[in-house]
Each structure stands twice: as C-alpha cells, then as structure tokens.
C-alpha cells in the first residue's frame, strides 16, 4: 500500500528557511516522479517542484526557482524540500505528490498524496 507522509513544516519568519520531509512507504520512489504542491487559503492547488524518476532531473514553478530545493534520499526512500528565503506568500499546505509518469505542474497527473504538512510565513 503506498503512503506519503510529509513533516517539517511550521511557522517561520520571512526569510527564514525550513526543510520538509516527504517519507514513502509501499513503494521505492527511485522508480516515480516525486513532487511538491501547496494550496493556500482560496487559492488552486499549485505544483511547486519535481523530481524525475529517470535521471532525478528537477523542475520548479518560477515563483520559488533560487529559493527552494527538491530532493531524494533514494536509500531512505524520502523526499525532501529545502526552502529558503520565505516570503509571506509562500503559506500554505504543502504536500507530497508519486506519479508513475513523468513530472508535470497538474496534480492530477500524480496517484498518491500525502496528508500535508502546514507552512506559515510571518512576522
């Protein structure tokens, strides 16, 4: 059975940093594309970041491209995106994606989600 569970998120202050972690189970996530989506309060479900299962090839939304970071531990079969820099804007629920295809920005091009870790931005 797959299972995302996702952690790391909190409240920090703009510019701070924080690193989420996204653990599988049920699955060996070398073999899927991997990503990261938000949804904020009022706001569409938004693709953040990917990892390809092919190459680990990353792909972000140009809105965090220089500031956040996508990454897999393929022995511990875990996720991980670093963000730094972050601004107000960047609150909201994140969660962790697997899709058996390839990377893309739609969700629901990704089979399994995690619960989601919530990420607050404020002074």
């Known amino acids: 059975q797959v299972h995302l569970v996702e952690s790391g998120g909190g409240l920090v202050q703009p510019g701070g940093s924080l690193r989420l972690s996204c653990a599988a189970s049920g699955f060996t996530l070398e073999f899927y594309a991997m990503g990261w989506f938000r949804q904020a309060p009022g706001k569409e479900r938004e693709g953040v970041a990917c990892?390809?299962?092919?190459?680990?090839?990353?792909y972000y939304t140009d809105s965090v491209k220089g500031r956040f970071t996508i990454s897999r531990d393929i022995a511990g079969n875990t996720v991980y995106l670093q963000m730094n820099s972050l601004k107000p804007e960047d609150t909201a629920v994140y969660y962790c994606a697997a899709s058996n295809e390839y990377c893309s920005p739609r969700g629901a091009d990704f089979l399994s989600w995690g619960q989601g870790t919530q990420v607050t931005v404020s002074s």
């Open positions: 990892i390809s299962s092919s190459d680990g090839s990353t």
